[in-house]
């Protein structure tokens, strides 16, 4: 089993910045690919970025090309989601998950294993 736990959300401006971190735990496979998804009120899960286990290749919703930026630490387990100009069509609850497997895809049941989530509110 893999645990996921995501930190970083809050309330922000729109235009603000957050940055998001999720650490992994457990067993993974020994070249796993991270991703970060979202679901707003109302609506379907979605995918926002996935990065491979190198991190020399990142994939980025259309949405937030230009404005959020995935990278992750393997030493320490850790992705993280740096999201600048944020806007209130941002706000969602956030989850990382965890793909046992070297290809990058936004599927989300491609994910083996989720976090809780954190919340993100931009506010107009």
């Known amino acids: 089993q893999v645990q996921l736990v995501e930190s970083g959300g809050g309330l922000v401006q729109a235009g603000g910045s957050l940055r998001l971190s999720c650490a992994a735990s457990?067993?993974?496979?020994?070249?796993?690919?991270m991703g970060w998804f979202r679901q707003a009120p109302g609506k379907e899960r979605e995918f926002v970025a996935a990065?491979?286990?190198?991190?020399?290749?990142?994939y980025y919703a259309d949405s937030v090309k230009g404005r959020f930026t995935i990278s992750r630490d393997n030493a320490k387990n850790t992705v993280y989601l740096q999201m600048n100009s944020l806007k209130p069509e941002d706000t969602a609850v956030y989850y990382c998950?965890?793909?046992?497997?070297?290809?990058?895809?936004?599927?989300?049941?491609?994910?083996?294993?989720w976090g809780q989530g954190t919340q993100v509110t931009v506010s107009s």
């Open positions: 990065i491979n286990w190198s991190g020399g290749s990142t």
């Open positions: 998950a965890v793909r046992n497997h070297i290809v990058v895809v936004t599927g989300l049941r491609d994910y083996d294993y």
């Open positions: 457990g067993r993974t496979s020994s070249r796993y690919v």
